[in-house]
């Protein structure tokens, strides 16, 4: 079975029954430059959507737009139908960068999203281990920022986000900076966790092979000013095992089609 192609072109989505997120006429501007331009999407609730597009198509910037940490210059947000401008607690965001605090521990990283909800510290740090085990973390709650590897402490950032019981997280390219095994490996976990913790996950990526592995559904952006080219929900089956995945013949011919797709914009 090929991958759905669900749309094409800048047509308006109606809301969905079982969306989360809706994106509506979004656009947005740096100066003189437009980079987004009249975005209308839905995000449908527990499913992993990647944003995926050639570099400057405004992935990010979506992002960071869903998540309220920036502003649009037009259109709206709405999540579970109300509409939203700023961060809220039904969101959470994995930043590239880890953007965790050195100066504290893992447990405290992770805890601290309830800490500054005024959670009580016991019940925070109950919360904060279980995350940091269900990330593969288990046993490193007492060591800093600085003792961990660049994957684990991507592996602290996500079991940060989880711990606040966000409805909708959001992730910004958070396996660019590890090595192509520790890539693999989170990817699987993230498979899983979405699978476990029913969360709905958007996913900033500029790999085509990663968004055909992980995603529910592909959303693939054009050149700035960036547009909704296209909506794809592969036909992947991750019941099997990993490395069958990569070598399965739908996957190649779905990564092949988005490549198609996109290698015109690539300089």
């Known amino acids: 079975m090929r991958a759905t192609v669900l749309r094409n072109g800048p047509s308006p989505v109606s809301a969905s029954a079982d969306s989360i ?22 995000f449908p609730r527990g499913k992993l959507t990647s944003l ?15 998540a309220g940490l ?34 504290a521990t893992v447990l405290r990283n992770v805890a601290f999203g309830l800490e500054l909800r005024g959670m009580d510290k016991t019940k925070r740090e109950n919360i904060a281990r279980h995350y940091i085990d269900e990330v593969g973390l288990a046993g490193f709650g007492d060591k800093y920022p600085h003792e961990l590897s660049g994957g684990m402490r991507q592996r602290v950032g996500l079991a940060r986000a989880l711990s606040v019981d966000a409805d909708v997280l959001l ?28 969360k709905t996950f958007i996913f900033v990526t ?47 011919d779905t990564v092949e089609e988005i490549w198609q797709g996109l290698k015109q914009y690539v300089e």
């Open 21 to 42: 997120v809706e994106v509506r006429g979004v656009s947005k501007y740096y100066g003189s430059v437009e980079a987004l331009r009249s975005i209308d999407l839905d």
């Open 52 to 66: 995926l597009g050639p570099s400057g198509c405004g992935k990010t910037t979506l992002l960071k737009i869903i």
């Open 70 to 103: 920036i502003t649009a210059d037009a259109g709206t947000i709405a999540i579970d139908g109300k509409y939203v401008s700023t961060p809220g607690p039904e969101r959470a965001f994995v930043f590239q960068d880890f953007a965790l605090m050195p100066w």
């Open 171 to 198: 992730l910004d390219e958070p396996f660019s900076a590890v090595d192509e095994q520790n890539r693999r490996k989170f990817q699987e976990d993230l498979i899983r966790l979405r699978t476990n913790q029913n």
């Open 206 to 252: 500029h790999s085509i092979e990663e968004a055909v592995y992980i995603s529910d559904r592909i959303v693939l952006l054009s050149p700035r000013p960036g547009r909704v080219s296209q909506v794809i929900e592969p036909q992947i089956d991750r019941s099997v095992d990993p490395e069958r995945i990569h070598r399965d013949k739908h996957y190649l």
